[in-house]
C-alpha cells in the first residue's frame, strides 16, 4: 500500500491569521531553564545591557515558542503522533529582547513528497516571519517539519 | 568577562547536556509551547509506532545554540543558526555539542562555525552558526 499526499496544497503560498507577540523576561527566563542554559544574557538585565542589548536577550532559537492562537489550516486534522522535526532555521537582523512588542507571520511556503527505504513522507515548510511594529525585519523562523505516511515507521532511527 | 572560544579556523568548543530527563521534556513542552504528546505521554508515542518518547528536536537546537553563544562569547550577535534533525533523541541521552570555527571565504565576511550535536557518537544534529562581527 503506497500512502497519498494529506496536505492540500491548495494552500501553498497561504498565512495563517498574524499574531502580536509580546517578549516577557518571565517567558525567556522558564525557555533558558528548560533548555539548562545558564548564560547570564538571558537572566540579568545589567549584564545584557553592558553586552551593549537593549534588554534581557531571547536565546536564538526562542521564536521558536512565538505560536499562532489557533492551528493553521495546513495542520488541522492531522495525526500529531506523525510529526517529527525536520530542518529549523533563524536569521536574524537584530536581537530580540524582552519588552520587544513582535508582529508575526506564518506561512505555508512548500510542501514537499519524499521517500525513503522507510516509507514516504511529506515535508511541510513554514516560515514565520517576524518584524517590528514599524514593519522593519528582526527575524525569520523557517521550519520543516515532516509527516510520516501511515506506512512510514520512524525514520533515520540508527539501530541499537 | 565572557571570551570566546573559538579564534581561528579549526578551534573547536563542546558542551554535554543531560541526561535528558522526562520532567526537562515537560519543561521545554511549558516553555515551548509545544505539546506534542509524543514528546511525554509514552503510551502515545508506543502507539505511534516512535518506541517510546521523543525529546523535541528544538530542545537539541537549543543546546547546539548555547554552545554557539558560548563559543563566541554573549557578546557576539548571532545573524543566522540552522540545524538538520537527523536522528532521534531519547530520555536518558546525553547530549554533545561541538562547534568548529570554519575557513572565513573573505576577510570583513561573516563568521561560520559548524555544529554537531551526538548521542554515544551518533549524530542528531547537524548545523551552522554565523555571526557578526570583525573578531580578529
Not at chain 1, 65 to 80: N, Q, V, Y
Not at chain 2, 81 to 110: C, K, Y
Amino acid at each position: 500500500m503506497s500512502d497519498r499526499a494529506e496536505i492540500d496544497r491548495t494552500l501553498i503560498g497561504s498565512s495563517a491569521a498574524s499574531f502580536t507577540v509580546e517578549v516577557e523576561k518571565g517567558a525567556i527566563r522558564r525557555f533558558a531553564e528548560a533548555v539548562g542554559d545558564p548564560a547570564q544574557i538571558y537572566f540579568d538585565e545589567a549584564f545584557a545591557r553592558s553586552l551593549g542589548y537593549a534588554g534581557i536577550v531571547a536565546p536564538p532559537t526562542f521564536p521558536t515558542t512565538f505560536r499562532p492562537h489557533s492551528k493553521p489550516a495546513w495542520i488541522r486534522g492531522l495525526d500529531e503522533g506523525r510529526f517529527l522535526a525536520g530542518e529549523q532555521g533563524f536569521r536574524y537582523w537584530r536581537p530580540i529582547v524582552a519588552g520587544d512588542r513582535l508582529e508575526c507571520a506564518l506561512r505555508l511556503t512548500d510542501v514537499q513528497d519524499k521517500r525513503s527505504s522507510k516509507g514516504s513522507m511529506e515535508l511541510i515548510i513554514q516560515d514565520l516571519v517576524i518584524t517590528s511594529p514599524a514593519g522593519d525585519m528582526v527575524c525569520v523562523n523557517r521550519r520543516v517539519v515532516i509527516y510520516r505516511g501511515l506506512t512510514t515507521t520512524l525514520a533515520q532511527e540508527a539501530s541499537s | 568577562m565572557n571570551p570566546a572560544a573559538l579564534h581561528k579556523p579549526g578551534d573547536t568548543f563542546s558542551i554535554r547536556r543531560g541526561p535528558i530527563t522526562t520532567t526537562q521534556l515537560v519543561m521545554y513542552a511549558g516553555a515551548s509551547g509545544d505539546f506534542n504528546r509524543i514528546h511525554y505521554d509514552h503510551p502515545f508515542a508506543v502507539q505511534a509506532g516512535l518506541g517510546g518518547v521523543l525529546a523535541h528536536g528544538m530542545l537539541t537546537m537549543a543546546f547546539a545554540a548555547s554552545c554557539a553563544v558560548e563559543a563566541f562569547g554573549q557578546a557576539s550577535r548571532i545573524s543566522r543558526i540552522d540545524a538538520r534533525f537527523t536522528s532521534p533523541v531519547r530520555v536518558g541521552d546525553v547530549v554533545e555539542v561541538t562547534a568548529t570555527m570554519m575557513e572565513r571565504d573573505a576577510p570583513g565576511g561573516p563568521i561560520e562555525a559548524t555544529l554537531t550535536a551526538e548521542v554515544d557518537g551518533r549524530v542528531v544534529l547537524r548545523g551552522v552558526v554565523e555571526v557578526e562581527g570583525s573578531m580578529s
